[in-house]
């Protein structure tokens, strides 16, 4: 197979998030590879404590300098098209970048609500702006006026224990299970504590927000629920970037690739994080997939500047961790295949596991920005439960990424 290209490669990585960072730390790891980030924020957003910036516990963001290797070039712009045949991307202040090859890292936000009166009045927590947006809304109603919080997957467990322990009193509706993912054990422990901080848990049938008013939300079996403030946490969305360029997406909108990762309509164009669709077959959002991925989607690009077959997505989960205020959380073991098991562990020891993952987070990024190459989380086990998932699903594993594609 030969190279790519003979000369030095310029990679633009779009999205400065969990993913693109990995990615463009890694990209450094060749001396003739140039690496330009494109991010509308001129800092990074530690997306796991978005909960902390609403209940005041955290600011939510890190300076750029403190993740991103000196190599990196930081553009603060957003990219509005990617012109993958003339291998540029336009931005939003003018102008284009030309590449050789592009990292598709945007990530994810708040889904758009289809819930009536939710865009009116509820206030979403996936994004830093509306996290913000959503702080001085809660200051200025009374501290002991009622906050409903729908959505009890991660976030919506959060953000109802912070804001509880700060003394709110705060309904959180499920629409369903509390804590879907979550193992009975692990919920019956979740349970045991949102009871413990006040927090008025409302599940099982019947418990979908039918409409957001004003004053509450009414749901489907027609309890009507009182809210001075609704902060809504239901799923997740992903920019339209990919379709509006005219590439392949799923019916979320996130970029098709095959195992590499590489965009099934052209090589030169990888994709990592929450805005990636490998095989149509998406893995959860979190950071706990984003960021092997970036190194994954990094490795991938590297392989095709060296003339090497690409290795493919050899994903691995180990579990999930949920706090509970500052004081206790739940750090939830799963399997090779993402399924919960019974063993977690709660409490204090459940917090500090919790916050271990916090800090280690943005320290993953900053060891790959001064040492590249050296993260390695994403080369472990975990290829067998992704190729059962495949061929479970009916989805025959690609090739690998090759010249002769388009691009």
Excluded at 67 to 75: G, I, K, Y
Excluded at 91 to 100: E, I, Q, V
Excluded at 104 to 114: E, I, N, R, T, W
Excluded at 136 to 162: K, S
């Amino acid at each position: 197979m030969n190279a790519h290209t003979t000369a030095p490669a310029h990679v633009v990585v779009i999205g400065g998030g969990y993913a693109g960072v990995m990615a463009a730390n890694r990209l450094t790891a060749r001396e003739d590879v140039t690496v330009t980030l494109v991010n509308p924020r001129p800092s990074f957003v530690h997306r796991i404590r978005l909960h902390q910036l609403v209940g005041g516990t955290d600011p939510a963001v890190i300076a750029y300098e403190d993740v991103l290797a000196e190599r990196v070039r930081l553009v603060v712009d957003s990219a509005t098209r990617i012109d993958a045949p003339g291998r540029g991307v336009e931005l939003a202040g003018g102008g284009t970048l030309s590449y050789d090859y592009l990292v598709y890292a945007v990530g994810s936000g708040s889904a758009d609500p289809k819930v009536p009166g939710a865009a009116e009045f509820a206030y979403p927590i996936g994004t830093l702006e509306e996290a913000e947006r959503l702080r001085p809304a809660l200051d200025a109603v009374p501290a002991t006026a009622p906050v409903v919080v729908v959505g009890a997957g991660p976030t919506g467990i959060e953000t109802a224990a912070e804001l509880a322990e700060a003394g709110r009193t705060v309904t959180l509706v499920c629409g369903g299970v509390l804590g879907p993912y979550l193992h009975r054990r692990g919920r019956r422990s979740v349970a045991k504590r949102l009871a413990g901080l006040g927090v008025t848990v409302v599940d099982g049938p019947g418990t979908k927000v039918a409409a957001v008013r004003e004053d509450g939300v009414l749901l489907a079996d027609g309890r009507e629920l009182p809210g001075a403030l609704t902060v809504w946490t239901v799923g997740f969305g992903v920019p339209d970037l990919a379709a509006r360029s005219g590439l392949s997406t799923d019916a979320l909108g996130r970029l098709l690739t095959d195992e590499t990762l590489a965009s099934v309509d052209d090589d030169r164009v990888i994709a990592a994080g929450d805005s990636a669709a490998p095989s149509g077959l998406p893995l959860r959002m979190s950071c706990q997939a984003a960021i092997p991925m970036g190194a994954r989607a990094a490795d991938t690009v590297l392989s095709l500047i060296a003339g090497e077959r690409p290795a493919t997505l050899n994903q691995n989960f180990a579990a999930q961790c949920i706090s509970l205020g500052r004081g206790a959380g739940i750090f939830q073991f799963a399997n090779r295949a993402d399924e919960a098991v019974w063993f977690h562990i709660d409490g204090g020891l459940g917090a500090k596991l919790k916050e271990t993952v916090c800090t280690v987070v943005p320290k993953h990024l900053a060891d790959e920005g001064r040492k590249p190459g050296s993260y390695r989380l994403h080369a472990g086990s975990g290829g067998p439960a992704r190729a059962k998932a495949l061929q479970t699903a009916g989805a025959p594993v690609p090739a690998p990424a090759l010249a002769g594609r388009k691009g």
